[in-house]
């Protein structure tokens, strides 16, 4: 490969650098703590999921289906080809086809792109389809590459990726609640009338986001060393999200977006270094 192709492929995957790092303070410091090996990649991957997050939520006045569906067929034709000209989609499939993701996995994070196009409200399996491809998916895409091609490994591992990507998807949507359902008219929670929102249902699900932390604690701990420390600093901060929110009422949460300041950030990074160096993760 020439070096102004090597070049090219640094300034697309250090685009989608840049994008995590505007979009998200916490993601962009949880990916400091992998093995440098893992930045560009998991960036890659971010970059991709974050453009097309912004497709459904961000671009009112455009045809959102229009560039979704042009989106899509953009990526396709990046990984078949090997190529693109949008640096995000080139740095995605830089990552697709070194870690040979599955295509399956792709598909399922557009169609629950696609869901938010035009359902607002979701029954219990429509919930579970749309938080597999929204996060379960995606948090296998990044197994994929903290795993470097062990199958095996992939395969024993994926249950509890996926509840990890649930359990910090599933806070996402508490922390969220007031901005989908006030500005989006969205309400994941199957079952649940937002007029009717309470302390007793916000503890059922509460109850249900906890199984999926332990599931995803119980994995962590079996990454290799090279991710593991990364992965688990997403944890903490998520579990301290999950803490805060537990202890905001109902009534609070349909009026306040749920944040933890960016001292606490680091506080919690610097505790989570230290229970890592002695073995108490």
């Known amino acids: 490969m020439s070096r102004q192709r090597d070049l090219y492929d640094d300034v697309c995957l250090h685009c989608s650098k840049l994008t995590t790092n505007r979009y998200s303070t916490s993601f962009s410091l949880g990916i400091r703590f992998l093995h440098p090996d893992f930045h560009l990649p998991i960036y890659g991957i971010y970059g991709f999921v974050r453009f097309a997050d912004e497709i459904v939520d961000t671009f009112h006045e455009h045809n ?127 079952g649940v009338e937002m007029g009717e929102f309470n302390d007793a249902v916000k503890k059922e699900i509460e109850v249900d986001v906890q199984k999926d932390f332990d599931d995803g604690l119980t994995g962590i701990r079996m990454l290799p060393k090279k991710s593991r420390f990364g992965v688990y600093v997403a944890y903490v901060y998520y579990q301290q999200l999950f803490n805060k929110v537990k202890r905001t009422p109902a009534s609070v949460i349909l009026t306040t977006r749920i944040r933890i300041s960016n001292k606490r950030k680091y506080l919690l990074f610097l505790t989570s270094y230290l229970r890592h160096r002695l073995n108490m993760i």
């Open 64 to 190: 959102k289906r229009e560039l979704l569906d042009r989106f899509k067929a953009d990526t396709y034709r990046a990984i078949e080809e090997k190529i693109s000209l949008n640096p995000i989609l080139h740095s995605f499939q830089l990552v697709v086809n070194k870690y040979h993701i599955e295509r399956e996995l792709i598909d399922t994070f557009l169609h629950s792109m696609e869901l938010d196009l035009s359902e607002k409200t979701y029954d219990e399996e429509g919930y579970k389809e749309y938080i597999d491809g929204s996060a379960e998916v995606v948090g296998l895409m990044c197994l994929r590459v903290f795993l470097e091609g062990d199958d095996n490994r992939y395969n024993e591992l994926k249950h509890y990726a996926r509840r990890l990507g649930s359990a910090f998807q599933k806070i996402n949507f508490l922390r969220d609640l007031k901005a989908d359902y006030q500005i989006m008219g969205r309400t994941y929670f199957p």
